[in-house]
Structure formats: C-alpha cells, structure tokens
C-alpha cells in the first residue's frame, strides 16, 4: 500500500516528506523492491536550471519517417494479471471534483488497488476516497516543464519502489480499459525492453541538446504522448533510472526543454538507443475520437476527450446517456463495457 506523502524533487530517488515532516523511504512500503538487484541509484550531479523555452523544434517535412506500428509478437505471455501493472493518473487539484471524480466514478472503480494518483496538493475528500493511493507530490500545479517533470519523477519511483512489472502513465483526461491493457500487455515481456504508446506526430520530434561544455547539438527521437498514455517495462524503466528517477528527471528534461513525455522519448531513444513501440490503441484529445468506430471502441487501451479542431472531440457513442449529461461521453462508454454498473440505466 502507499503512504499520503509529500514528494519533493531535491529528495534522493524514492524519499517521501510525509505531511508530518518525517521522512518515509518508497522501498520501506514495498520490501519485495528492496531485495532486487536491479534497484537503481540516481547519478550524477543535478545541472544547472535552465529557462525553458517553447516547444518549437519540429522537423522540418523533408526528413520525415515513417513509423510502423510492429506485429504483436506470436509468443503471448499467458496469466498477466491486473497486479503486476502499477498504473499512475497524473491530475492537480483544481481538476479533482470534475476530470477526477468522473475517472473514479467509472475506470478506475475496476482497477483501484493498481492505480495511483499523483496530485500537488492535499485533498480530505480524495485521500478518504482513495486512501493511501493518492499522492501529494508538493509538486507546483503550473502547467509547466518543472512541474510536470517533477510529477513524472514522482510518479516513475513510485513505480521502481514497487517492485511490479509494468508502469503505465495516463492523464486525468483519459479513460482506460483494464482489459485492453491486459491484452496488449501479455503481447510483451516485462524483462525485455519495452517503451509502447501512441505519437502524436507523424515524424521524430527535433530538440536542441545541450552538452555539458554548453554547447549544442540537435537530437531527433520520437515520443508517446502523455495525453494518450503509454506503458514501460521494469527492465528499462531500470535503465532509464540514472536520467529518470527523483531530481535526474528535470535535469533530463532541461537539457532538451520540451516537456515530460517528450523527455521519456530522449531518455529512451537517445540516451539507452531503444525505440518507442507506436500502437493505435492509444488515444488523445489531439486526434479526431470520432473516427473512432463504435464496434471498436471496446478493443482500445485508452479514450479521451477535449477539444479538437475548435469543436468538443469525444468518441461517437449514443446514449445511454445524452451529451448534456455526459459530455466526455465516458460515462455512456462505461455502461457499454460494464452493463451491470449500478449507476448504468437498464433497457427496457
């Protein structure tokens, strides 16, 4: 189980500030992560702050590639289980009644004991809701490259602490299907490295690297974007712990400048030379949920919902709930995969 902390990113990997002012270390909670040997360590010294600058640095489109979706793997690992999936919900605190409260009320009531929710500050309603599944990072609630950095830090030792097989970020924007996770999970290894999402550019992102002579050189990597969700495996989240775990992570992203999820991507792609595994099931606000067919809506990992286009984009789902009632329409799209819901209105 874990402990209503407070983390803070000048803490050594895996340290909490309880609310009472001790310090609680992450492995104390899961003692099976202490006894592995792939336990990591942070290394190197914390660089400088850099300011951060615009996310600006596409690609130009005469260097496009193209990036295919690789075949699901013909040795399927059989009796993956919902346990050994750490899932983390990324959210702040003026969006806990609204975005928050409508995850609690439909997905996340089908998978509580493997979801986290990472927020910036204290809520009586949510922790009572939650327990010690909600985290208080005391990460600032900007919408800013430190502070979603310093909420992924957060979020990836927790994970590293916990000793489970699969780390799988999400939104407070998006819905997840246990089930499709489990599907496309078993397709993989947890011991192999595994870095799987959806990107939402048709070609590797162009970022600035700074060197540590000050210098500069331009990096190309593709990322998953965080606003679809993506999953990692234990054996390179462990490899990516010397530039992912606790103050590392910032450092990591100021080298580039561009924001947490992007940063993931340069980490695995340009530090460890891995490759992001794109897959479609993965889904944002940035494209057209629309499109989406109806009788393929319960294969996907993850839905959204936003604005596209300057028009509301949700998935195209009648009732049983109007759009004025469920205008995310995750509601409408829990009743159709869990019938049965108390809440749910029965046909006939």
Same mark, same amino acid.
């Given at each position: *189980?874990?402990?209503?902390?407070?983390?803070?990113?000048?803490?050594?990997?895996?340290?909490?500030?309880?609310?009472?002012?001790?310090?609680?270390? $992450?492995?104390?909670?899961?003692?099976?992560?202490?006894?592995?040997?792939?336990?990591?360590?942070?290394?190197?010294? &914390? $660089?400088?702050?850099?300011? #951060?600058?615009?996310?600006?640095?596409?690609?130009?489109?005469? &260097?496009?590639?193209?990036?295919?979706?690789?075949?699901?793997?013909?040795?399927?690992? &059989?009796?993956?289980?919902?346990?050994?999936?750490?899932?983390?919900?990324?959210?702040?605190?003026?969006?806990?009644?609204?975005? $928050?409260?409508?995850?609690?009320?439909?997905?996340? @009531?089908?998978?509580?004991?493997?979801?986290?929710?990472?927020?910036?500050?204290?809520? /009586?309603?949510?922790?009572?809701? #939650?327990?010690?599944?909600?985290?208080?990072?005391?990460?600032?609630?900007?919408?800013?490259?430190?502070?979603?950095?310093?909420? *992924?830090?957060?979020?990836?030792?927790?994970?590293?602490? @916990?000793?489970?097989?699969?780390?799988?970020?999400?939104?407070?924007?998006?819905?997840?299907?246990?089930?499709?996770?489990?599907?496309?999970?078993?397709?993989?290894?947890?011991?192999?490295?595994?870095?799987?999402?959806?990107?939402?550019?048709?070609?590797?992102?162009?970022?600035?690297?700074? #060197?540590?002579?000050?210098?500069? &050189?331009?990096?190309?990597?593709?990322?998953?974007?965080?606003?679809?969700?993506?999953?990692?495996?234990?054996?390179?989240?462990?490899? *990516?712990?010397?530039?992912?775990?606790?103050?590392?992570?910032?450092?990591?992203? /100021?080298?580039?400048?561009?924001?947490?999820?992007?940063?993931?991507?340069?980490?695995?792609?340009?530090?460890?030379? +891995?490759?992001?595994?794109?897959?479609?099931?993965?889904?944002?606000?940035?494209?057209?949920?629309?499109?989406?067919?109806?009788?393929?809506?319960?294969?996907?990992?993850?839905?959204?919902? +936003?604005?596209?286009?300057?028009?509301?984009?949700?998935?195209?789902?009648?009732?049983?709930?109007?759009?004025?009632?469920?205008? @995310?329409?995750?509601?409408?799209?829990?009743?159709?995969?869990?019938?049965?819901?108390?809440?749910?209105?029965?046909?006939?």
């Amino acid at each position: *189980m874990f402990p209503s902390g407070r983390w803070h990113e000048s803490q050594a990997p895996g340290d909490f500030l309880l609310q009472s002012g001790s310090q609680f270390n $992450l492995t104390e909670l899961f003692p099976l992560a202490t006894a592995s040997q792939d336990s990591p360590r942070a290394l190197g010294p &914390r $660089l400088p702050r850099a300011k #951060m600058a615009p996310a600006d640095v596409l690609g130009d489109s005469s &260097r496009r590639q193209e990036l295919k979706e690789p075949p699901v793997s013909s040795s399927v690992r &059989r009796g993956l289980e919902l346990g050994e999936v750490f899932i983390a919900v990324k959210t702040t605190k003026r969006f806990h009644q609204t975005r $928050l409260e409508l995850l609690l009320d439909t997905w996340i @009531s089908k998978a509580k004991q493997q979801t986290y929710i990472f927020t910036d500050e204290a809520d /009586e309603a949510l922790q009572k809701r #939650m327990g010690d599944h909600v985290v208080f990072t005391n990460c600032s609630a900007e919408h800013s490259h430190p502070a979603l950095s310093c909420k *992924m830090a957060a979020e990836f030792d927790a994970f590293l602490a @916990s000793g489970l097989s699969w780390f799988c970020h999400l939104d407070d924007d998006n819905y997840l299907n246990p089930q499709a996770l489990l599907k496309l999970l078993s397709s993989y290894s947890p011991a192999r490295d595994v870095y799987i999402g959806k990107p939402s550019l048709n070609r590797p992102i162009q970022a600035s690297e700074t #060197m540590l002579n000050n210098q500069t &050189r331009s990096v190309r990597f593709w990322f998953a974007t965080g606003g679809a969700g993506f999953c990692i495996s234990r054996r390179l989240a462990v490899k *990516m712990a010397p530039w992912a775990s606790g103050s590392n992570f910032l450092s990591t992203s /100021e080298l580039i400048r561009l924001p947490d999820d992007c940063t993931v991507g340069y980490i695995v792609e340009c530090k460890l030379g +891995g490759r992001l595994l794109p897959n479609t099931l993965f889904h944002s606000h940035l494209e057209n949920l629309q499109l989406i067919p109806r009788p393929q809506l319960p294969q996907q990992v993850t839905l959204s919902y +936003g604005v596209f286009e300057k028009k509301l984009n949700t998935v195209e789902l009648a009732g049983p709930f109007s759009q004025h009632d469920d205008p @995310s329409r995750f509601q409408s799209l829990h009743c159709l995969l869990y019938p049965d819901t108390s809440w749910c209105p029965r046909p006939g």
